[in-house]
T-cell receptor, first 113, second 114 residues
């Protein structure tokens, strides 16, 4: 089975712009979670989608949003980018929600200048 | 509230020596516990998972972890370190009623000396 794929792998944006990141889960997985990884804050949970519904949301401002499509693919969007949004954004998929193993993609490295 | 504490941000061992990475958690309900490894410029790879079936959990690449409820610990061990084990290791906790939300520790960077 193919693993979790994320596109693009690298992205450079300017402050104030918006960005959309994409995640394709492992075939058959219905849950997709997003995490932000920075040197200062470590790995932080952004949100989880299961069967096209947001199940849980982390403590991030409303500029961070996401959605999931009927084929389980997910996108996250960050509007009005700030320098502090520079991070590695990781997507993880699992068969079901709640306690299941999560399998991570390689991440999208976002740099905001 | 859930939390995870990894003792030691950097651990250095010699090749062939025992690897011990420490993780303590807090959770209001019986938790799911995980260890992940991250190599440079890559995502996280699942090493092992605790789900209450057995307190000693065996994972990939010779790693194992023991769940100790009385100590709220889930330490990761490997009897003999290999150079390829050099990476960053993350302990994570999940409460089933929180969906897929994983709470991660700050990570421990493992160095292996020849």
């Amino acid at each position: 089975k193919a693993g979790v794929t994320q596109t693009p792998r690298y992205l450079i944006k300017t402050r104030g712009q918006q960005v959309t990141l994409s995640c394709s889960p492992i075939s058959g997985h219905r849950s997709v979670s997003w995490y932000q990884q920075t040197p200062g804050q470590g790995l932080q949970f952004l949100f989880e989608y299961f069967s096209e519904t947001q199940r849980n949301k982390g403590n991030f401002p409303g500029r961070f949003s996401g959605r999931q499509f009927s084929n389980s693919r997910s996108e996250m969007n960050v509007s009005t980018l700030e320098l502090g949004d520079s991070a590695l954004y990781l997507c993880a998929s699992s068969l079901v929600s709640g306690g299941a193993e999560q399998y991570f993609g390689p991440g999208t490295r976002l740099t905001v200048t | 509230a859930q939390s995870v504490t990894q003792l030691g941000s950097h651990v250095s061992v010699s090749e062939g020596a025992l690897v011990l990475l420490r993780c303590n958690y807090s959770s209001s309900v019986p938790p799911y516990l995980f260890w992940y490894v991250q190599y440079p410029n890559q995502g996280l790879q699942l090493l092992l998972k605790y789900t209450s079936a057995a307190t000693l959990v065996k994972g990939i690449n010779g790693f194992e972890a023991e769940f100790k409820k009385s100590e709220t610990s889930f330490h990761l061990t490997k009897p003999s370190a290999h150079m390829s084990d050099a990476a960053e290791y993350f302990c994570a906790v999940s409460e089933g009623n929180q969906g897929g939300k994983l709470i991660f520790g700050q990570g421990t960077e493992l160095s292996v000396k020849p």
